[in-house]
């Protein structure tokens, strides 16, 4: 059964349940209402009656000149004497009567007498200077009945055209509230096919539009996503193919004798400079792989920052030299940073030896709190990188100008993103790359 069948008959169902318990509830009031309000129509009646039967006839031996009085109000009544436990005078047959006295007890006070099949509303009403003389109205319940059923009929009237309505209603709103899910699912389909192109936004409220705007921001990330494997694909065939080609060239000139003795030995260098190039990307996309799938090898430990950075000063200390490269470091004290020691110390060399091939003669390197972030910054005094190229320069195989491999920014930014900082690269005053690192205080990854 559909979701919109089945909150249809969901809230079907509940409305006749509310329906029955309401109808019965009112019916039920109904009747007590007419009973109560046909006892206050002969307890009026009966007053009236009385009080004329005091003013006219004031003692017990004169009931008899008041019957013909009575019979001509035309009203079921007793003339009941509650001393002597006997009816003195009554506008029913004697027959009735009696039948009246046996089935019911005169002498208490109930408000619902029986008479074979019917039931009457009784009202008493006392007489003033006669003790215990009582004047007894009844009237039958058919006609109270009878009003009940008729305003049943009607409530029951009001209660279909009602439920009619609800019904109509209910099926516009989980309409409303069921086309977008169906609308929601066939986008589903077309990110199942890659359809990614195709999709369209899905008009909705509430949760389901929290919904929608998750699954369309899912698909841009998955879109995202596959877009950048190809795109790793292709790199990384393109890197791995051109020291191939340049090893099989090599290897089958000098197979086939083409190159001399000079030649072949400079082939050879080739040949192993190439297949070291081709270890380091292979190493470096193993990494890669392992820092994007597995999380379980990182031990997170309490990292001075000062320290952290003697280390990669000693590391790149002789391509400093080499260059020529004047690097500056500035490192406020007791700064802690809760990363996995071996891969932060990869990443802030990879960032760092960026700094430094790009690098005309300066590169400079900061680590200081502002407020509940650590900061860490290399600069450089090079070429920079073009704004076009900033919103992918942390890709795979993306290289700038004298870059190696186009790994290296990747696998800083997944190994600071694994030890929950963030990465980005801005101008820097010295003209060059600012590579920014920012991580919270006191938060290690779990």
Avoid at 90 to 102: G, H, I, R, Y
């Amino acid at each position: 059964m559909k979701l919109q069948s089945q909150l249809n008959a969901a809230f079907t169902a509940l409305l006749i349940v509310i329906m029955a318990a309401a109808g019965y509830v009112i019916y039920s009031l109904i009747m007590d209402l007419l009973i109560q309000d046909e006892q206050r129509q002969l307890e009026e009646t009966g007053e009236l009656l009385v009080s004329v039967l005091n003013e006219q006839y004031g003692t017990e031996s004169d009931f008899r000149q008041f019957n013909g009085f009575l019979k001509e109000q035309n009203l079921q009544l007793f003339m009941y004497d509650r001393n002597q436990d006997a009816v003195l005078f009554s506008t029913m047959s004697l027959p009735v009567v009696n039948e009246f006295f046996q089935q019911n007890d005169f002498s208490a006070n109930e408000t619902l007498w029986e008479y074979e099949n019917e039931r009457f509303v009784t009202s008493r009403i006392l007489f003033y200077d006669i003790s215990g003389l009582e004047l007894i109205l009844l009237t039958p319940m058919d006609d109270l009945e009878m009003v009940q059923q008729d305003f049943f009929n009607r409530l029951f009237l009001v209660f279909l055209i009602g439920a009619v309505a609800a019904v109509l209603l209910s099926y516009f709103m989980t309409n409303k509230l069921v086309t977008p899910l169906s609308q929601l699912k066939s986008q589903l389909k077309k990110i199942e096919k890659r359809q990614f192109k195709d999709m369209d936004r899905v008009k909705a409220t509430g949760e389901i539009k929290e919904v929608e705007q998750g699954v369309f921001d899912m698909a841009q990330e998955l879109q995202r996503y596959m877009n950048s494997q190809q795109t790793f694909f292709q790199n990384a065939s393109h890197e791995l193919k051109t020291p191939l080609m340049t090893i099989q060239g090599y290897a089958e000139g000098i197979k086939d004798g083409i190159f001399d003795e000079k030649e072949s030995e400079k082939g050879l260098e080739v040949m192993v400079t190439e297949v070291n190039r081709l270890k380091g990307i292979i190493n470096e996309m193993i990494l890669l792989a392992k820092l994007d799938s597995d999380l379980s090898d990182s031990e997170p430990v309490p990292i001075d920052a000062k320290e952290l950075i003697d280390k990669v000063i000693d590391r790149a200390l002789p391509i400093i030299t080499e260059k020529g490269i004047n690097f500056e470091q500035s490192v406020e004290n007791n700064i802690m940073i809760v990363a996995d020691e071996e891969k932060m110390l990869r990443a802030v060399l990879n960032i760092v030896f960026n700094g430094i091939r790009h690098a005309n003669s300066k590169v400079r390197v900061q680590v200081l709190k502002k407020k509940q972030m650590i900061e860490m910054v290399v600069e450089d005094d090079g070429e920079g990188v073009p704004p076009e190229e900033a919103a992918h320069i942390f890709h795979r195989f993306v290289k700038g100008k004298n870059g190696e491999t186009g790994l290296g920014l990747a696998i800083a930014r997944a190994i600071i993103e694994q030890s929950n900082g963030t990465i980005s690269v801005d101008r820097s005053e010295l003209g060059g790359a600012k590579f920014k690192i920012l991580f919270e205080t006191g938060k290690e990854k779990s």
